[in-house]
Structures are given as C-alpha cells and as structure tokens.
C-alpha cells in the first residue's frame, strides 16, 4: 500500500510528478512538472478525491486556470477564472 510522497522522472531525470498517498489513495498535493523544472499543475486530493484547487500554469510560471473540487464533485460552475498573458477573465454563476 502506497504512503507519504511519491516522485515520478521524465526519462532524462527531470521530476515529472510529487504524488502523496495516505493509505493507498491520492491524499494532499500532487504536483506535475514541465521538463524545465517548472510547475506544470498543482492538484489536491483528499481521500481519492479532488479536493480544493486545481491549478495549471504556463511554463513562465503564470496561471493558466484555476478550478475547484469539493469532495470529488466539480465546483467551477460557481467561479472559474481562466488567465492569459494580458487579460485575466473572472466567470462568475457560469
């Protein structure tokens, strides 16, 4: 049974992935990487389940999204914001 924080390598050796488990399910941050070493996504669970935000960056290290999970379910419904390089969007009720 998987526990505690688990690293993933792109073939070259760069980290591709930080995954934690707590009795053998996804539990806390899971993290991808671009090859650069930038954060490509950050991504919590709790229990198995997407919980919290969702976030995707550019490789610049800008937000590209933000979604929300409470508990599995999708929450973005109720605020979602999607970033550019110039604009920032803010979606409200969609």
Do not use: A
């Not at 941050?29 to 490509?40: F, H, K, L, Q, V």
């Not at 999204?65 to 604009?87: D, H």
């Amino acid at each position: 049974m998987k526990d505690g924080e688990h690293i993933e390598y792109y073939t070259s050796g760069e980290i591709y992935s930080k995954i934690n488990y707590l009795d053998g399910k996804l539990h806390g941050e899971y993290i991808y990487y671009y090859t650069i070493g930038e954060i490509s996504s950050k991504i919590n669970y709790l229990d198995g389940k997407l919980h919290g935000e969702y976030i995707g960056y550019y490789s610049s290290g800008e937000i590209s999204y933000k979604y929300w999970y409470l508990y599995g379910e999708s929450v973005t419904e109720l605020e979602w914001i999607s970033y550019n390089r110039n604009i920032k969007l803010k979606l409200l009720g969609l």
